[in-house]
Nanobody, 121 residues
Framework: QVQLVESGGGLVQPGGSLRLSCAAS????????MGWYRQAPGRQRELVAT??????NYAEAVKGRFTISRDNAKNTVSLQMNSLKPEDTAVYYC????????????????WGQGTQVTVSS
């Protein structure tokens, strides 16, 4: 079993900053991609940023404002969000592609429970 636990959401004024963190734990052999998605009310879940051994990928809406980083030794991923806008308001979900330990090993997608980010004055 693998768990992803997020932290760091909250209420911030436009132009402010927040940092989200996510830790993967459990029966982990290796973690491939990690990233963040978000879902605003009435909208579909959308990609925010992902990070793999090959590099980082950002949604156009957050390029230049958000930075994703990862600690492979700790199986954690973080999202530094600067210059936040009201349209960034959403529930943010951590995501990881994990190969489980043990036998048989399996590679699956895992999601965190979500953390609310609200950008409002």
């Amino acid at each position: 079993q693998v768990q992803l636990v997020e932290s760091g959401g909250g209420l911030v004024q436009p132009g402010g900053s927040l940092r989200l963190s996510c830790a993967a734990s459990g029966s982990i052999f290796s973690v491939n991609a990690m990233g963040w998605y978000r879902q605003a009310p009435g909208r579909q879940r959308e990609l925010v940023a992902t990070i793999t051994s090959g590099g980082m990928n950002y949604a156009e809406a957050v390029k230049g404002r958000f930075t994703i980083s990862r600690d492979n030794a700790k199986n954690t991923v973080s999202l530094q969000m600067n210059s936040l806008k009201p349209e960034d308001t959403a529930v943010y979900y951590c995501y990881a592609v994990v190969r489980t330990a043990g036998w048989p090993t399996r590679t699956s997608d895992y999601w965190g429970q979500g953390t609310q980010v609200t950008v409002s004055s």
